[in-house]
Nanobody
């Protein structure tokens, strides 16, 4: 399984970006997929996750109401729509996937629950 993250860039506060995570090797339909982000000198933090074989999504408090995670099974891709971006959203964003159909919420938010990772895409939000 390979994940290819893309869509990052340099934007101003209040702008929007859409990140993509293209999955190859297995169907994204069966994958639980999450986005994490890591700012310089900080830990890798949970951003959002979507369950395998469904559309239930979870968000960190920092992005709830501004970010939307979705799966496009036809394109085998997961999208993270990021609106109303803030300077504190600046980080490298990583997508991750796992195929455990019984993962519980506490697992979905932990980086070590995921077996497959993309290479990261830089998001920089200027004030």
């Amino acid at each position: 399984v390979q994940l290819q993250a893309s869509g990052g860039g340099l934007v101003q506060a209040g702008d929007s970006l859409r990140l993509s995570c293209a999955v190859s090797g297995r169907t994204v339909r069966a994958a639980g997929v999450a986005w994490f982000r890591q700012a310089p000198g900080k830990d890798r933090d949970f951003v959002a996750a979507i369950r395998s074989r469904g559309t239930t999504t979870y968000y960190s408090e920092a992005v709830k109401g501004r970010f939307t995670l979705s799966k496009d099974n036809a394109k085998n891709t997961v999208f993270l729509q990021m609106n109303s971006l803030k300077p504190e959203d600046t980080a490298v964003y990583y997508c991750a996937a796992d195929y455990d159909p019984y993962a519980i919420l506490s697992q979905l938010t932990q980086p070590n629950s995921y077996d497959y990772w993309g290479q990261g895409t830089q998001v920089t939000v200027s004030s």
